[in-house]
Every structure is written in C-alpha cells, then in structure tokens.
C-alpha cells in the first residue's frame, strides 16, 4: 500500500469538468464496497406497479416453498431473517456512529421494488445473494461525496468506530446464533455427543454384513481397539490389512458378544482414489445425541459460552472447506470426507429436511445458530471484499499511524488490492458453484 498521510480528499482544482467514472472503475468500487454504490433519483425508484408485482411474485415463492417441505419453507425464512438482520447489524452501527447510509436493500442486482426514507433507499433486488448496506466514503476509490458529506464518510471516522461498523454483520450473527440455541435449550435441551459409536447400516455383501452386525448394534473394539467415534472406528480398521481375521466386540440386546470379520479392500472408488484398496469394513457409523435439560438462567449462560467452541469448530471448518486441494478433488470424487466437503446453502436448505423430520422445529433452530455462526466467523476473515478485509485495512491504518505517531489520518490505498480481491472473488465463485454442483450430484 503506498504511504499516504493526508486529510481526504486532498485538494483538486475544479478546471475541467469531472470525468464519469468507467464501467470497469464502477464494478471495481462495487466489489470493494460489497454492494451497487449507484445512486437513483426519487423518480428512478422501483415503487411502481412492476415493483409491487415483483414483491407479490417472491411472496408466491415462498407460499410455494412451504407447499413443498414445511422444513424447507421455515430454514428459509430464518435464513432471510438472519441476512437482514445482517445488514441491519451494519446500518445501526452506522447510524450510531454518525456514518450517512443511503441504500440499505435485500439481494443483489437489479432493483425489483424499493423506497425512499430520509437519506436512504430501501428495497429488494433480483439476485437471492446476500445483501448490502451502502454506507458512502468507504475508501479511496469512493471519491464522489460532496464536500459536506466528507465528515460523515466511513473513512473520516475514528478505528474504533469503523470497526465497529465492518464487524456489524458479524457480531449480529452471534447475537442470533445466542438466541436460537437459548430457545433450543429452553425447548429441547442442550445437545451432547455420546462416546459411543453404533452401526448406523451395514452394506450388503460386504464384510460387516456378512459376518452378521446389524443396524443400532454399539460397536466397542476392533481388533482390542476400544472405538468411541466413527472417526476412531475408521482408523482402528484401517490399522489392519484387508484379509485380516479381526473381532469386533458389540453390545447387542443389552448383551455383550465377540463377531469374527473378515476385512475386505475398498472398491467402490475410483483406482486413482487414495481411499481405493483401504481396509474395508463396510458399514456407516454414528455417534448417539443427548439433550439436557436447562433451566432458563443455565439455558441463557450456555447459550453464550457455547459460542466460543462452536466459533472455534467454524473456524476450522472454513479453512477447510477454502482450502482448493479439497474442493479439487471433491469435485473428481477422489475425497469424500464430509469434514472437509464444500457445502452452499442449497445443500444445507436440504439436510434441513432430515433435521426437521428427526428433530422437529428446534432441530431447525439449532442449525440456524450453527450456520449463523459459521456465517459470522466467514465474514470476519481478512479478505476482501469480506467485511473481515476491511477490518484489517482498518487495523492496518490504524498502525500505520500509530507508527508515525502523529494525529493525521493514513489513507490506505485500497486500490493497489483490487487484484487480490478479485482473486478472492473468483475463487468464491469457484467456490459455489463447485459446492452447487456437488449439493446436486451428491446430496448430504
């Protein structure tokens, strides 16, 4: 970034008429601002007739949706809630900290309805991803404020209070996430995984059904391996070789029995698979889940000291799921680790299925709260056009003055990042629809 310390915008003499910004300058601004940063007359508004049958029509979808799959229809709406309170995160803190807002709409791309309030636009558009809050003054490359709005452009606010706005988003999500799982563990109770593992279904023809395990039998050791996972149950297996004679000790009817099995080589993948020729059982396996009951102040202390792990177990999985070598080869079908599987909110809206017709309504809640977690920590991570870019350009400012210890402002040159920007922007597209397709050949 070059060395800037200045007072923005710097002087310009006004000899020749200013020149319209191009497409390419236009499209640059959006993708670093994280939304459209045109701005409309009162006359160009979409309040008309066509926006009023544009809102009827998404209605329509959703009365559509709910006739489908009830489950479907209330992740949905809870996923557009939590996306508008996303924003909402955003504006408020924006307005607080004396910051103009001049669009704040649903959804990308075209105007489909919208209105105007005060000095902001409201509304929907066309495209169903994300929304955005336009906040005026984001950086450098947002030169055409009028002078009188200078002082309250983002970039003229004080670190604390830009930070406070770009993590927004972010802290709202956490904000949801605390209150679905306080209603979870006031309705259902908090969930825990038991150290115990069970056969979830035992494939036909192979080795375990073959030998006899059944469905629901409580694996306890393989080979003398005590197994208390599915993870632990793989890797015990895999310890032997196919052919090998080994005993796997289940409880069945509360009765503890020893069956013989012979292991077999895995097939079932393509040869250039380095799963192929593994040591194969050739069950699926899972862990049993337990709620327990809260009483409402143990229920709210749970709800947010969960964040942390579940922030944490986010994390992870994010560096995961962002890490090319996995989407490469999920897409080839040469990994089929779910841990590490790239999943968008098509296949999640489906496993929500599942979730709803085993757990009901607060099994729903609670995948919200875990997304909106996962959504949260996403964002905060230092790329741009993520909000967690800006937090770092932030940071970087701040720094910067700190080290030339002065009280002039330091203007980072957001420009000289447009590149890596875009990167991050293909990569995410990359991302989606590598994650569509496999939501679609290959359903959770």
Do not use: C
Request: glycine residues 10%; without cysteine; proline residues 6%.
């Amino acid at each position: 970034m070059t060395d800037q310390l200045e007072q923005f915008p710097p002087p310009t003499p006004l000899t020749d008429p200013p020149v319209p910004a191009s497409r390419m300058d236009k499209f640059k601004g959006e993708i670093v601002a994280g939304g459209a940063a045109e701005e409309v007359s009162d006359d160009e508004l979409a309040d008309g007739w066509q926006g009023k049958v544009a809102m009827v029509a998404i209605a329509g979808l959703f009365v559509w949706l709910y006739t489908l799959n009830v489950w479907w229809f209330i992740f949905v709406v809870g996923l557009v809630i939590s996306i508008f309170l996303h924003e909402a995160g955003h504006y408020m803190t924006a307005k607080w900290t004396g910051m103009k807002v001049t669009q704040f709409f649903m959804f990308m791309g075209p105007r489909l309805w919208s209105f105007r309030r005060g000095e902001t636009e409201y509304g929907v558009r066309l495209i169903p991803l994300g929304a955005f809050v336009r906040i005026v003054g984001m950086h450098k490359m947002d030169p055409d404020v009028p002078e009188a709005d200078e002082p309250r452009t983002y970039r003229q606010k004080s670190f604390p209070r830009r930070l406070l706005v770009i993590s927004g988003g972010s802290l709202m999500h956490m904000i949801i996430a605390i209150g679905l799982l306080f209603i979870v563990y006031v309705g259902q109770g908090e969930r825990t995984v038991v150290p115990e593992v069970y056969v979830g279904a035992a494939q036909v023809g192979l080795p375990a059904e073959q030998a006899g395990l059944r469905a629901d039998d409580q694996i306890l050791s393989v080979g003398g391996i005590t197994v208390t996972n599915p993870t632990e149950l793989g890797e015990a297996v895999r310890s032997f070789d196919p052919g090998d004679m080994v005993d796997i000790v289940v409880v069945r009817d509360d009765a503890q029995q020893s069956i013989p099995v012979g292991l077999a080589a895995r097939t079932d993948v393509p040869e250039d698979n380095d799963a192929f020729g593994s040591t194969y059982l050739g069950i699926s396996s899972f862990n049993p889940i337990e709620f327990i009951d809260h009483s409402v102040p143990a229920a709210a202390l749970n709800a947010v000291t969960d964040i942390v792990p579940t922030a944490w177990e986010s994390t992870q999985g994010v560096v995961k799921a962002l890490n090319p070598v996995n989407l490469i080869t999920h897409v080839n079908g040469t990994n089929d680790d779910l841990a590490t599987r790239p999943v968008t909110l098509v296949g999640v809206t489906g496993l929500s299925d599942d979730v709803g017709d085993s757990e009901g309504i607060f099994g729903v809640l609670w995948l919200l709260a875990v997304l909106n977690v996962f959504v949260g920590v996403f964002n905060m991570f230092p790329l741009l056009p993520l909000d967690g870019g800006h937090a770092l350009i932030a940071v970087y400012e701040r720094v910067r003055e700190g080290m030339r210890g002065t009280k002039e402002r330091y203007f980072a040159d957001v420009e000289r990042l447009m590149p890596f920007a875009m990167a991050v922007v293909i990569f995410l597209v990359m991302f989606m629809f590598a994650g569509l397709y496999l939501d679609i050949a290959k359903p959770l």
